[in-house]
């Protein structure tokens, strides 16, 4: 057994030496003797005595009553009092100190020993039971439990955490109050209070359980599940001393119970439904009502209506009540209907609740008034608290809505939880999914009924075959073509049925298209009668995997149309030819040429009739037997036609037997067959053109007459046009060579003569022109008004003189100057107009750049001041977000934060494309991805383009990477879609743009010189406008070549545009279809390089133990930048003022480190700044920041001495990094 160390306070000596002798006799470790109280404290704290003899009367300030209170108290060390004698008043005070006994002196060796161990063992067993107290404590205080001790006479003495948190109630406030004032149950389906248990339990002595249905009502009100157990607290004798009540929260538990049963009714609901959707037997309504019945009691709301859309959506259209389920005792919504335009509110989303208030709400303003009534009587009139809307789509159409009503009369109103909503989206979907493959079936039935039908009823030759070239399907008219019945055809190849040459000729093309390709070809047969041309498309057939498993031909009889073809090229030819021969004769000879495509012409000759002295002239005779160089006058076959005015086909025996009787001579050779069309000028002849044979009688029939009669109107007209040409050209000689055009106009301002220079100048002829009001006097562009001034001006004799815009013939637009004046005859009559046109676009062009570039400068001027503030903003929300980022640690959150933070990148690069767009910074070439500018560039396009334009993009968004400078590939998109959007200023279209990554091969790459085989990314943009002329189409690339009216465009888009191109490698390609539309493509070269993360971290950000001002007059960006380098190490003093930062500095200059300044600042910019800082240490480093200046840059900034130049907004790591760079580098130098 250890000795027991004591520790003895007497202040007599000799007392104090013989208890110590004593002691030590007796085997017992004094440590000491002490004299004062003051020193009994002090020394028990470090000798750690096992026991203290304390004399109550001591030397110094305190007595040894003080002293043992204090040492209780510091270090509960047992004390026994010595004491020879002592009042009551000192006994008390004794008493409080709670001493282990007292010794009186004098003292007998046994009375004090025993004393002295009844002390040890007593506080032996007092530290036994204070730990077993503690420990008991930390129990009750520790488990997840609420615990409450009462009294015999329901007292409460005892609460753990748990039961304060529960309960609301603090122990201290909870202490000595009945249980019932403190612990409130009540039952969980009637609400009413439920007596507690402790009771029962004290008085029977049995634990008791309590119902799951409790409910305990916290100090608050606030109600809480809980599972509760009553047990007796007994003493040693077992004896009830009181209950303790063990309860937890039963909310989680009940949760579960409710969400699984939640789950099961559901699955339960889906099955009948599915069950319900295979009945075939069903019709849509049927299954629409039985899907009501089985949702409405499931749901336990009062009614359920399928309401059909009735008429236009958008228009006069209402939703009508045709289906429904009600509870008992609900009142019916069948029949009641409800105009769209109120609905039609509630159904833009796929599930709407809403009540009286929020669906006012929801209404605009200026509808509110007309819609509030209708909505206030109908919720009236059904009873309705509240609504669930769901809009009910058949292949994506809005064909009517589900509404489930909770009336306000109802009883266990159910909540519209996300679960309630789920289970009616997922209802709604099972029944319009059955319903829309049931209308698909049908729809594929009908489909394939109408292709059958077609089939067999298409005039056109129609053959399916397989990958043999074997058929499988031929329609009737394929048969009628052949004289073959299927029968005879199908299983066999061409080549079985119309042999090897023409087997193989076509098996040639059945591989084209079985590898793929559409053929589009014409081919001729020989049947009796002569030839017939067909025009035939075949195109590969595909299985549903994309595996061509046959072709499908329509072969089509266009016969007919290539003649009427060949005559319109005729006509065509015939007509130009006036504009293209010389004379009369070389028009004639054309005109043989050209009909020798549809009738023979080898004997061919043209008679011209002089009306007015009843002659006739052979200006043109080809034959091969008779050689006029004169016309006799007589009775001729000719002057017949003339005479009748009507064409004459004759064989021989014809000839001779109007000879006979005396109607013609016979003049030279009598034909086989002679044919004669009379060529007319409105009702008059003016001449006969003849096509005769000496040799094959049956050379020329009817139908060639009639071919002959369709053109000889044409060459009628060609022959006077020649005739006035001839005569033009004799009085045009004068004025032919002047420089400016030249127009003679009558006194009605119709155009009677243009010189070369005009049809230079506008690029039409005076053919186009002649006959025609001069755009000059019905100028569309400036009104009729205007045209009247000009008009009434020179009609009065006065001379005009002014500017207009015009349109050349190919539609581009040109400025002209323009003088105009009156002509008179001899009698002052006015009788024509001349007027003078100059060319002044270039003129105009030059004022036109400089309006650009004026205007430029001031878009400059806007971007570079938004530029500036947007930056200030980007950075507060940057910043912010770093700083929340470091703080977080929720996933969810940091990734949320990292969306923010990467669209702060983004919008601080879409700041650097609008300054480099308006050419305030250069951009730099570099590997990307163009799918997001072109994304972005839709969007900007989206808010300008009206309505009427639809849209439409296929973009791939993980497409190679390309080295090109964004903003020019934003200015290539903007152009190519502006240049789009104007082609369909007239009416509705649609924009489509499509991004792909592509493969050009050799065959392509040798179309195109600039381009090399290998990938390329291709961005084309299309429109359904106007389409561009043919004529036009190898200038549009031309700088200020345009269509547009003056003043509407400069020309520099597309050629922009292919600047852009040539500079990226690339190529641009465009197809267009007057009146169809235009696809501009564009081939970029794909590089090889991966994108980075630009907000990905790369290692920890450097930070350090300097001091730094920052100077900025945004407060957020002070206040964040302070925060963010402070958690760097920095110590960081932030100013708004650039005044107070310079005095700040002066105060200290060589506190700082280093200075962060703005640019951009009042009274004093960041550069000014700088230089009165660097006046007074010129070692400081500096950083310069800005959005935007125009009066600083980074050579600027160099110059002046300042360390490092940036560009807002500042994002962490750059900052951080930066900094650590500026102060090492400056640390180095100093060294």
């Known amino acids: 057994m250890l000795e027991k160390k004591i520790l ?52 110094g300030e305190i007595d040894g009553i003080q002293a043992a209170d204090k040492i209780r108290d510091l270090y509960d060390v047992p004390v026994v009092y010595l004491t020879a004698y002592a009042d009551d008043n000192t006994l008390e005070r004794a008493k409080i100190t709670e001493p282990f006994g007292y010794v009186l002196k004098p ?161 339960q609901l889906r099955a009948d439904l599915w069950k319900l959707a295979s009945d075939k037997t069903l019709l849509e309504e049927e299954l629409i009502k039985k899907m009501l019945d089985h949702v409405g009691p499931v749901l336990n709301v ?87 809307i769901v809009p009910f789509r058949i292949k994506n159409e809005l064909i009517g809505i589900l509404s489930f009503d909770i009336c306000k009369d109802q009883k266990k109103k159910p909540e519209w939880t996300d679960e309630l909503k789920s289970i009616v989206l997922e209802a709604t979907d099972i029944v319009a999914t059955y319903i829309t493959q049931k209308r698909t079936q049908d729809d594929l039935r009908i489909s394939e009924e109408r292709f059958k039908t077609i089939f067999q009823t298409i005039p056109d030759s129609v053959f399916i075959k397989d990958r043999h070239s074997t058929y499988t399907h031929v329609n009737p008219a394929m048969e009628k073509r052949y004289n073959k019945s299927f029968n005879e055809m199908e299983g066999f190849t061409d080549e079985e049925i119309f042999g090897e040459k023409i087997g193989q000729q076509n098996r040639r093309t059945d591989l084209k298209v079985l590898n793929g390709e559409i053929v589009k070809e014409e081919y001729s047969e020989q049947v009796e009668g002569g030839e017939t041309i067909f025009d035939v498309v075949e195109v590969p057939m595909r299985n549903q995997q994309g595996e061509i498993t046959g072709l499908c031909g329509i072969a089509r009889d266009i016969t007919e149309r290539k003649k009427v073809e060949m005559i319109q090229q005729v006509l065509y030819e015939i007509s130009n030819a006036v504009n293209i021969t010389k004379n009369l004769f070389e028009l004639f000879k054309s005109i043989q040429s050209y009909l020798g495509k549809v009738v023979d012409t080898s004997n061919f000759f043209i008679a011209m009739y002089e009306k007015d002295n009843d002659s006739i002239s052979l200006p043109y005779h080809i034959d091969e037997k008779d050689k006029f160089k004169t016309f006799p006058v007589g009775k001729t076959l000719t002057r017949y036609v003339i005479k009748n005015k009507k064409s004459y086909l004759v064989k021989t025996e014809g000839v001779k037997k109007l000879a006979k009787n005396g109607e013609i001579e016979i003049i030279g050779n009598i034909p086989k067959v002679w044919l004669g069309v009379p060529l007319k000028s409105g009702a008059e002849v003016i001449g006969v053109m003849v096509v005769q044979s000496y040799t094959n009688s049956s050379l020329y029939t009817n139908e060639h007459l ?173 910043g912010y977000t770093e700083l929340t980022m470091d703080d977080v640690t929720n996933e969810n959150s940091l990734r949320n934060l990292q969306q923010v933070l990467k669209a702060s990148h983004r919008a601080k690069d879409l700041v650097q494309q609008i300054l480099a767009f308006s050419r305030l910074t250069e951009q730099e070439w570099k590997p990307l991805q163009i799918c997001s500018i072109v994304k972005e560039t839709l969007k900007l396009l989206r808010a300008s383009l009206p309505a009427t334009i639809e849209i439409r993009q296929d973009i791939q968004s993980n497409s190679s990477l390309i080295l090109a400078d964004p903003i020019q590939i934003h200015s290539l998109m903007m152009n190519l879609s502006t240049n789009a959007h104007h082609a369909m200023l007239e009416k509705d279209g649609i924009l489509e743009v499509t991004l792909k990554e592509v493969e050009i091969g050799a065959e392509m790459a040798l179309l195109h010189q600039e381009l090399a085989p290998g990938k390329y990314i291709r961005l084309s943009v299309s429109d359904t406008g106007t389409g561009i002329n043919p004529e036009i189409m190898d200038r549009i690339f031309d700088p200020y070549f345009t269509t547009k009216e003056v003043g509407e465009g400069s020309g520099m888009g ?30 970029l070269p794909v590089i090889q390089k991966e994108v980075k993360d630009k907000t990905k971290k790369v290692g920890n950000i450097p930070g350090g133990d300097e001091t730094i001002l920052y100077v900025d007059d945004e407060k957020n960006l002070v206040r964040v930048s302070k925060q963010r380098l402070e958690r760097l190490g920095y110590t960081v003093v932030g100013t708004m003022d650039s005044i107070e930062a310079l005095k700040i500095f002066t105060k200290d200059p060589d506190y700082f480190d280093l200075i962060i300044t703005d640019q951009t600042m009042p009274k004093m910019t960041g550069a000014e700044l700088a230089q009165k800082v660097l006046k007074i240490r010129p070692d400081i480093p500096i950083i310069l920041s800005t959005g935007y200046s125009e009066l600083i840059s980074k050579e600027k900034s160099k110059a002046m001495g300042i360390s490092e130049f940036i560009m807002k907004p500042l994002f962490a790591e750059e900052i951080a990094t930066l900094i650590r760079s500026v102060l090492d580098k400056n640390n180095r130098s100093e060294e």
Not at 15 to 43: C, F, H, P, W
Not at 747 to 763: D, H, L, M, V
């Open 706 to 878: 009639e071919i002959l009669e369709l053109i000889s109107g044409q060459i009628a007209l060609a022959i006077d046009r020649k005739r006035a040409e001839e005569e033009r050209v004799r009085l045009a000689t004068a004025i032919e060579n002047a420089a400016e055009g030249v127009l003679i106009m009558d006194e009605k301002g119709s155009i009677q003569y243009a010189n070369p220079a005009f049809e230079t100048i506008t690029g039409y002829s005076l053919e186009e022109s002649k006959g025609k009001i001069s755009r000059i006097l019905k100028s569309g562009k400036k009104g009729a008004k205007y045209n009247k001034e000009i008009w009434d001006k020179i009609s009065n004799g006065e001379i005009w003189n002014g500017y207009i815009s015009s349109k050349k013939k190919n539609n581009s637009s040109y400025e002209e100057e323009i003088t105009i004046s009156p002509i008179r005859d001899e009698g002052g009559k006015i009788i024509n107009y001349v007027a003078i046109r100059r060319d002044v676009t270039e003129q105009k062009r030059l004022a036109d750049q400089l309006r650009q570039s004026q205007k430029m400068e001031a878009i400059g001027t806007l971007a570079g001041g938004i530029a500036h503030d947007f930056n200030n903003i980007i950075g507060a929300i940057s």
């Open 1054 to 1083: 597309l050629a922009l545009v292919h600047g852009i191109v040539k500079n990226h490698h690339g190529e641009i390609t465009v197809e267009s279809e007057l009146g169809k539309g235009t696809i501009f493509s564009v081939f």
């Open 302 to 388: 009062s009614r359920v209506s399928y309401n059909k859309l009735i008429g236009n959506y958008l228009e006069d259209g209402k939703y009508k009540c045709i289906i429904e389920w009600c509870k008992k005792g609900t009142k019916s919504t069948l029949g009641v209907t409800l105009p769209a335009k109120i609905v039609n509110y509630f159904v833009k989303e796929k599930i709407t609740v809403v009540n009286r208030e929020s669906a006012l709400e929801r209404i605009p303003t200026a509808f509110r008034s007309v819609a509030k009534p209708a909505i206030i009587s109908f919720e009236k009139l059904n009873n309705i608290e509240s609504i669930l």
């Open 107 to 267: 003292f007998e060796e046994r009375e004090l020993v025993s004393t002295i161990e009844m002390a040890l063992y007593k506080h032996v067993i007092e530290q036994k039971l204070k730990n077993n107290e503690r420990w008991l404590a930390t129990t009750l205080k520790s488990i997840g439990d609420g615990v409450i001790a009462t009294d015999t006479e329901g007292r409460i003495i005892f609460m753990n955490p748990i039961a304060e948190q529960l309960t609301g109630w603090e122990q201290d406030q909870a202490m000595d109050k009945s249980l019932e004032s403190i612990f409130c149950v009540i039952d969980e389906e009637t609400k009413m209070p439920l007596q507690n248990s402790d009771d029962q339990v004290i008085h029977r002595g049995t634990i008791e359980r309590i119902p799951a249905e409790t409910i305990l009502l916290s100090k608050d009100g606030v109600e809480i599940p809980i599972l509760e157990t009553v047990s007796p607290i007994k003493d040693e004798l077992g004896e009830n001393t009181g209950a303790v009540l063990v309860f937890q929260d039963n909310t989680e538990r009940k949760k579960a119970q409710r969400k699984l049963a939640l789950q099961n009714r559901n699955n």
């Open 8 to 59: 003895i306070i007497e202040d007599d000596h000799v007392i104090g030496m013989e208890i110590k002798d004593r002691l030590e006799t007796l085997g017992y470790n004094v440590l000491t003797r002490l004299s004062y109280g003051e020193d009994a404290i002090e020394q028990a704290g470090d000798l750690h005595p096992d026991l203290i003899l304390m004399d109550i009367q001591l030397a």
